[in-house]
């Protein structure tokens, strides 16, 4: 018995290393690593051909590569650096932008292409015949122990692997750049709109999912002492999902609570139970089980049994937290219920806090400048996209401080200027430049950088992230978000939480701080993703169509916010239909129609020469 | 080597066929449900297994043919109605729907493989004379898939051009939303894509192990990825273009087959799959295409 | 903080358990004597599963019917590796935990060696290994016994009789699954230590739809004989095209090749006239006709229920006889020692095959144990000849070429010794 106790021990924490290993790439890097066991596989090979002797005398039975005679632990830094290899080979063409279910299909076919090329190139791990032999790590300094003690020995030293595992990526998640991680998978358009690089954060994150996959590998195979493709069925991936579903996705304790329903429970009781039918009929349903099991868990509860984390922030005063259930199904509704009645108590309590706190003096102050240069010079900029012209040579420039309105019919081609700004559309001629750089070939994320931010006509929260970690991801930004610091943030966090709280007391969102996005009104979550733009004191900022499912109130609040935006230096470029709004808020309005500028002049003016009607009834 | 090559043509118009039937059940279902339906290759499985059982117990062909059919439409349009339905009403995005095919294709794949206790069985089928031209030679039966695969591409654009069923399917797939306001009766129409794209599912499992005379419980998940390439090579929906894109992997698979070993055929065509995917436009697409629908 | 805590605390639950659970012990002094068989019933190498009954089933009849081992039953355990190590361990350590009476092991096999030689050998739990790597031909491991060849040893008689016909050029076509490629490295081996030309190898994905071009090519190269290991289907599919392509040549099979599920298909696709012209097999063991043959034959067919359709298969298989004798030997063993315990009866199992001055030869089972009560030393011959355990517990054997007429016994048409293959460098 005891062997079979320090064997399931071994396998546990094997497995939930490699459920760590998933967890930061799918569920905090939202990749769909259906290739999950290809990681673990590299890391087990290069462990074995490394540690093993040369391929001939008595290994001539078996042919592969190296055979160096590497002492523990080399080869388990082997299996390491072999993940993170195959990591940024696989991650170069996969991580790209593209539909989560193409990227699932390709990154399953890579399994299965892993799988053809190591079976059929036998030279090169010994196809399906795999390795074996694998020496056992200090079997010659440990050789005093007995068989089951070396086990229980190996058991507390994949025990150790395990629990530092959960330490790096447990500080991972609560650092900058894995919140960082986790906006990008929550909305990359937005995430890049803070200032944060996507691509290269998806990168990092499945590198180092990669890593600690592949040292599990490396663990099991110096364990099991051989190691051949039918351990690394693409079907195995499937048991890490099962795991970490039922667990809780994003959760690293929800993550071992599944590892051990699943891998360690769920698929060795089925082995006791009495023979039915033929030999091995019963360990061949487990996939159907796996299966089952899987639809169950998305059905449900999607989330698992221990969901992420709600981010708490600390507070020193005012007002308490209101705990809101998150939803169980995959769609995220309106979260109207509950907030009204909060709405109803504030408005007076906020009018107040409006006039009383000195909201020009809190906001950051663009260092003096001459207001009519400008900041942002858009010059004869054209869109093209499929065969259609959607921006024809237009030219703006827009000052510190202005807010200029856009409008026009649809498909005058305001949101694909607006686009063509932010970065979102390639510029097919013409030049962007901001504050006298030119930004015309800058990707999203550098643009934000230099200060141009946007909001996008959906309301772009990050859905998995609460309010306060929405503004504190765009406090931090890029900086703040850099892997090579995350393990040590706790100071900077604290800082720019400050300014976080700030914020929140000045557009008195206070009471929202803990909610998610799904939990607010339309309106609460424009203002977040505005409050969200302005974190990192930008120098113009683009609104796209920003009333769009706003209740009456509070457009008219957020009306005044953006006079008070603008009154703090900042340029403002807004895309609007409701033509009060514009009335209000805007200095000048550029009339656009079939992606050309048909007039720029003040509202009044625009309005009394007919342009307007021309251009929405041509 | 050379005769090789220009062999190679011949058989790649043969193993095209085989693909293109699958491709084109694969494409009318993505086209209008948007579903990435992984379990498709156990779809194909079940109604090769159909045929198999119908040639065990000594029926006429014809009927194992029928029982293919039968087989994949039923299974198909049981999924459709049921599960995908299910998951779909309770708002699963594009990804969770991929994952609920993945476990029904779990399901579909170990089931099959324990019931079948996980043997790999002969298969027989008349096959034919060999027949000689030049440098190419095919069996009769080859032929004759190749036939099916052409008879079944013309029924299907006779379908879709030439019919009202066909032009409703066709504005559902590009505008489901208005084509449910239009008055078009959405789910009859969700109805017949499961029973057609199943039935051409069970008659591909079938036309793969006819050529192959082998049957075993992995005969779906090694027929999918050239199956999936084919359908979203020729752009999702377009039967057309499967069809096309199902000849052109065929050629490519033969001859890298004859001018390198058979093992990296297959590799050859999952590694064409992972680079359409990765480079398809469509798939580029980003925001707009999270946003696509499931229509189920 | 709180985290780790609970996490060490879960670490030292483990252990605690873990110094309270009492190791299994094996053969207790009464009850049923239980023989664990494992090895690979279900995945992708599973065809070592269709051998497993052919070997166990006659064994335990005759063992049993002669009123068991020390007056006890011996009843057979499957242990199931799934062809995956993890799976294999895991199956194995559960199995030593909850079954009492384990006595002895038949296997492990090629993929679970490495995983479970170390274990059993420290339960002190006698094995029958039925791994061909040339790791085991020098094996330190006191409680590992092996009676079958090397893989390597296949592939040079292979050879010898290839070269016996006078062939000059041969082609290999082997399957890339893992039982048919152990045994391409000795045949490679082999050809070239006797000096034929090896003019292509083809090695085949199994299950594809074709193998036109490999067959093309393997044409090509003009072969006067073709040795082959391959699953039945992948066999048919080839071999069938090469037949569809005009031309049909000698084929050798390894000694992994005979099997119904591998001559049906086989047959079916070149026609019966070509395979009993063309096909012949080099398998392991040496059926020479004794009475352990006879024995193992009648045993056979009475358990023919238990067994794969046709019977005729088994009989006479050369792989199925020395499995059996394994039994045998083990059985023996025991009753010799007077003990189901490994750690004492290990040593017998040299000395129940041993030839010795004295000594009574005896060819069966029961005559053995009778012998064995009666006080005398046995030699037991068994259906695949003298067991010869050298110093590292391997017996070799020698090896023969045989042909298989439909629906009946196999055919010896050749011998290849022991000698001739150990005198092959390679």
Redesign the interface.
């Known amino acids: 018995m005891s062997y079979y106790l320090s064997t399931l021990a071994v396998y546990f924490f094997i497995d939930l290393l490699l459920a760590y290993a998933l967890n930061l790439q799918f569920g905090w890097g939202g990749i769909p690593n259906f290739a999950l066991i290809m990681f673990q596989a590299v890391g087990a090979y290069a462990a074995a051909v490394v540690s093993l002797g040369p391929d001939t005398g008595i290994n001539a039975f078996q042919r592969y590569v190296f055979g160096a005679s590497w002492p523990f632990p080399l080869p388990l830094v082997a299996a390491t650096v072999a993940g993170g290899l195959l990591a940024v080979v696989v991650g170069s063409f996969s991580l790209r932008r593209i539909r989560r279910d193409y990227q699932a299909a390709i990154l399953l076919i890579v399994a299965l292409i892993a799988t053809g090329l190591v079976t059929n190139v036998v030279g090169f791990v010994n196809g399906s015949n795999g390795l074996t032999g694998v020496p056992r790590p200090l079997s010659g300094v440990l050789s005093g122990l007995t068989y089951d003690g070396y086990q229980w020995v190996y058991a507390a030293w994949c025990a150790v692997l395990a629990a530092g595992g959960y330490l790096l990526v447990a500080r991972l998640g609560r650092s900058g750049w894995g919140r960082a991680l986790r906006a990008v998978r929550d909305n990359e358009d937005a995430a890049a709109t803070i200032g944060l690089n996507p691509a290269g954060l998806r990168m990092q994150a499945f590198v180092l999912g990669g890593m600690i996959a592949a040292l599990s590998g490396g663990l099991l195979v110096e364990f099991l002492a051989s190691w051949s493709p039918a351990a690394w069925g693409y079907a195995e991936t499937f048991a890490v999902f099962t795991a970490i579903i039922l667990g809780g996705v994003g959760n690293n304790w929800g993550v071992a609570l599944g590892t051990l329903l699943v891998q360690v429970i769920f698929l060795q009781v089925p082995t006791f139970l009495p023979q039915v039918g033929y030999t091995g009929l019963i360990d061949a349903l487990q996939w159907v089980l796996i299966g089952v099991l899987w639809l169950a868990c998305l059905a449900l509860r999607p989330r698992g049994l221990i969901p992420e984390r709600r981010f708490r922030a600390a507070l020193a005063a005012g007002a308490g937290t209101r705990e809101m259930p998150a939803s169980q199904t995959f769609a995220s509704g309106d979260g109207d219920a509950g907030h009204a009645a909060r709405e109803a108590a504030v408005p007076a309590a906020r009018a107040a806090a409006v006039r009383a706190t000195p909201a020009i003096a809190r906001l950051p102050v663009v260092p003096a400048v001459d207001r009519a240069d400008s900041v942002l010079d858009v010059r004869g900029v054209s869109v093209r996209f499929g065969g259609v012209q959607a921006v024809r040579d237009v030219s703006l420039r827009v000052g510190a401080g202005e807010v200029v309105g856009l409008i026009g019919p649809n498909g005058a081609g305001k949101s694909s200027l607006l686009g063509a700004l932010g970065g979102q559309f390639a510029i097919t001629a013409g030049r962007v430049l901001l504050g006298g750089h030119d930004v015309t070939a800058l990707p999203p994320y550098r643009r934000a950088r230099l200060g141009m931010v946007r909001t996008f006509q959906h309301t772009s929260t990050f859905e998995g992230l609460t309010v306060f970690e929405n503004l504190l991801a765009a406090a931090m930004s890029a900086r703040g978000a850099r892997l090579r610091d995350s393990l040590d943030d706790s100071r900077r966090q604290a800082q720019a939480s400050e300014v976080v709280w700030e914020r929140l007391r000045e557009f008195d969102m206070v009471p929202v701080a803990d909610s998610y996005g799904s939990e607010l009104s339309g309106g609460q979550r424009r203002l977040v993703e505005i409050m969200r733009c302005l974190m990192e004191s930008p120098r113009v900022l683009l609104l796209d169509e920003p009333m769009v499912g706003v209740a009456p109130h509070l457009v008219r609040r957020i009306s005044e916010d953006c006079a008070r935006i603008a009154a703090s230096g900042v340029a403002i470029v807004i895309v609007e239909h409701a033509l009060e709004v514009v009335e209000a808020v805007c200095d000048r309005v550029v009339v656009m129609a079939s992606g050309q500028v048909v007039t720029e002049a003040s509202y009044a003016e625009a309005m009394s020469s007919g342009a307007v009607r021309e251009a929405y009834f041509a | 080597m050379a005769?090789?090559a220009v062999?190679?043509i011949g058989?790649g118009v043969v193993?095209g066929a085989?693909i293109a039937i699958g491709a084109m059940g694969f494409t009318l279902q993505f086209g209008l449900t948007n579903v990435?339906n992984?379990s498709y290759g156990g779809v194909m499985t079940a109604g090769a297994f159909a045929a198999f059982l119908a040639e065990e117990a000594h029926l006429p062909t014809a009927v194992g043919v029928v029982f293919a059919i039968a087989a994949g439409a039923l299974l198909t349009w049981l999924l459709g109605r049921t599960?995908f339905a299910?998951?779909a009403r309770?708002?699963?995005?594009?990804?969770?729907?991929?994952?609920?095919t993945?476990?029904?294709?779990?399901?579909l794949?170990?089931?099959i493989?324990?019931a079948s206790?996980?043997?790999?069985y002969?298969f027989?089928f008349p096959q034919g004379a060999?027949l000689r031209w030049g440098w190419f030679?095919v069996?009769v039966t080859q032929l004759a898939l190749v036939a099916v695969a052409a008879a079944v591409f013309a029924g299907i654009e006779v379908l879709l051009r030439h019919t009202k069923l066909g032009k409703a399917l066709r504005a559902m797939a590009d505008q489901p939303r208005l084509a449910r306001t239009c008055g078009i009766p959405t789910s009859k129409i969700v109805n017949v894509v499961w029973l057609i794209s199943g039935a051409l599912a069970g008659l591909a499992g079938l036309a793969?192990i006819i050529?192959?005379?082998?049957i075993?419980a992995?005969v779906g998940t090694?027929f999918l990825?050239l199956v999936?390439a084919a359908a979203?090579l020729g752009k999702a929906g377009s039967t057309r273009g499967a069809v096309g894109a199902a000849l052109l992997l065929g050629l490519v698979t033969?001859e890298v087959?004859?001018?390198g070993?058979?093992?990296?055929?297959?590799?050859a065509g999952?590694?064409i799959?992972?680079i359409v995917?990765?480079t398809?436009p469509a798939?580029?697409?980003?925001?707009a295409?999270?946003?696509?629908e499931i229509t189920v | 903080m709180k985290k780790s805590i609970h996490l060490a605390l879960a670490v030292a639950g483990v252990l605690t358990l873990a110094a309270c659970a009492s190791g299994g012990g094996s053969g207790s002094s009464s009850g049923p004597v239980a023989l664990v068989q494992v090895g690979a019933y279900t995945g992708d190498q599973a065809f070592e599963a269709q051998f497993a009954n052919s070997i166990d089933f006659p064994a335990l009849y005759v063992v049993n019917k002669a009123g068991g081992v020390l007056g006890r039953q011996v009843s057979l355990i499957q242990v199931d590796t799934r062809s995956d190590p993890a799976d294999a361990l895991t199956n194995m350590d559960k199995t030593l935990a909850t079954s009492a009476g384990i006595a002895g092991v038949l296997g492990p096999d090629s993929t679970s060696a490495a995983t479970l030689v170390p274990l059993l050998n420290n339960r002190k739990l006698p094995m029958m290994v039925a791994a061909g790597e040339a790791a085991y031909d020098r094996s330190s491991y006191s409680y590992l016994w092996r009676d079958v060849p090397p893989d390597p040893a296949n592939g040079k008689a292979i050879a010898l009789w290839a070269k016996q016909q006078g062939y000059t050029r041969v082609a290999t076509v082997f399957g890339t699954d893992a039982g048919s490629q152990g045994d391409l490295p000795g045949v490679v081996t082999g050809v070239k230590a006797v000096g034929i030309t090896l003019a292509d190898q083809e090695n085949l994905t199994p299950d594809q739809p074709s193998y036109r071009s490999s067959a093309e090519r393997l044409l090509a190269a003009k072969p006067q004989a073709i040795i082959t290991e391959s699953d039945g289907p992948t066999a048919a599919t080839f071999f069938g095209e090469l037949t569809q392509l005009g031309k049909i040549v000698p084929i050798i099979g390894t000694s992994g090749t005979p099997s119904t599920s591998y001559f049906s298909p086989l047959r079916g696709a070149i026609g019966d006239a070509n395979f009993d012209k063309d096909f012949r097999a080099v398998v392991v063991g040496n059926p020479v006709s004794n009475p352990a043959v006879t024995a193992f034959n009648a045993a056979v067919l009475a358990v023919q229920s238990k067994l794969a359709k046709p019977v005729s298969q088994w009989e006479n298989n050369s792989f199925s006889e020395s499995g059996y004798d394994a039994v045998i030997v083990l059985a023996l063993a025991m009753d010799a020692a007077k003990s189901t315990d490994g750690s004492v009866y290990n040593k017998d199992i040299m000395q129940v095959t041993a030839p010795g001055a004295g000594k009574q030869v005896v060819y069966t089972y029961a005559a053995g144990k009778a012998a064995l009560a009666a006080g005398h030393q046995i030699q037991y011959i068994g259906a695949s000849g003298p067991i010869l355990f050298n110093a590292y517990h391997n017996s070799f054997g020698s090896q023969a070429v045989e042909e298989f007429p439909a629906n009946a016994p196999a055919v010896v048409v050749g011998t290849i010794s022991q000698t001739a293959v150990q005198a092959l460098n390679g």
């Open positions: 005769e090789l062999q190679a058989f193993t085989l990435l992984i599960l299910y998951y309770r708002g699963a995005g594009l990804f969770e729907m991929v994952m609920v993945l476990a029904v294709s779990l399901i794949q170990y089931g493989d324990a206790r996980e043997q790999i002969r027989s060999s030679t069996t793969y050529n192959s005379l082998t075993s992995s090694e990825p999936l979203i033969e087959g004859a001018l070993g058979a093992a990296y055929a297959t590799v999952f590694g799959l992972a995917l990765a398809r798939a580029l697409a980003g925001q295409a999270a946003k696509a």
